[in-house]
């Protein structure tokens, strides 16, 4: 009779249930990964983004996105926004960038009295002209103030596409208002196209917070890596 050896695959004579039960998960793991080869890197790539999750590099991350504010009457506002218009209807914490300029316009920071939203979304049945009504009447500013441009598709198509429309009116400064996170980037962009920008920026939702097991923290990760791999991006292509 063969002498038992407890190190051959199912062998269990004598061998602790503990021993047995981390033998059964090791194979089991051996097989899975076997078998699906994105299982193993699903996983990995999961403990990662837990790990930066708690580190507190993610805290610098954030703050060296944040540029200095510099509240500045002129020409124009400009809001670089990422709004999708559903028959002319948004979530509320979608309009927080266009919400922060009207205050701005009605304490009287645009020397032209108007205020332009540049990457507004309007969907069909629901005409422009409905939507500027309606967005006008939701941001408690006349018609007649506000300008819409719902064909940017990038931050850089929201620069070329202000830059045109302020040079079809003369205007060259602008008081530019977008969230904290995408500041540095829209800045970059704006004044890479000639226009003197007056930095403005509001809080990105969901808010930024700095504890650890902050249950935001998975989506405020995702937005700074998408941040810094655009600016990277942008730099390539030379959009800034």
Known sequence: MPEFDPSKPGASRGQPLTQTLI?????????CTAAFP??????????L???????????????LLHVQDNRHRADVIVVFSATLLS???????????????????REGYSRSGQLLISGLYSQPPYPEARCHAHLAQLLRVPPSALLMDNTA????DNALHVKAIMRAHGWKTALLV???????????????QGIQAYPVQIPD??????????PNRVANL??????????IKYRWYGYI
């Open 178 to 192: 977008t969230s904290d996170s995408h500041m540095r980037r829209a800045l970059l962009t704006l004044t890479h």
């Open 222 to 231: 995702q937005r700074l890596l998408y941040e810094y791999g655009a600016l």
């Open 153 to 156: 598709d990038t931050t850089n």
């Open 38 to 47: 994105g299982v193993a890197l699903g996983a990995a790539l999961l403990t």
């Open 87 to 105: 028959q002319c209807h948004a979530h509320p914490h979608a309009f927080m960038r266009e919400g922060f300029a009207a205050e701005l316009w």
């Open 205 to 214: 939702y969901p808010p930024f917070h700095e504890e650890w097991l902050d």
């Open 23 to 31: 033998g059964l998960f090791e194979n089991f793991g051996r097989a």
């Open 49 to 63: 983004i837990a790990l930066a999750c708690i580190s507190p590099h993610i805290n610098l991350m954030e703050r």
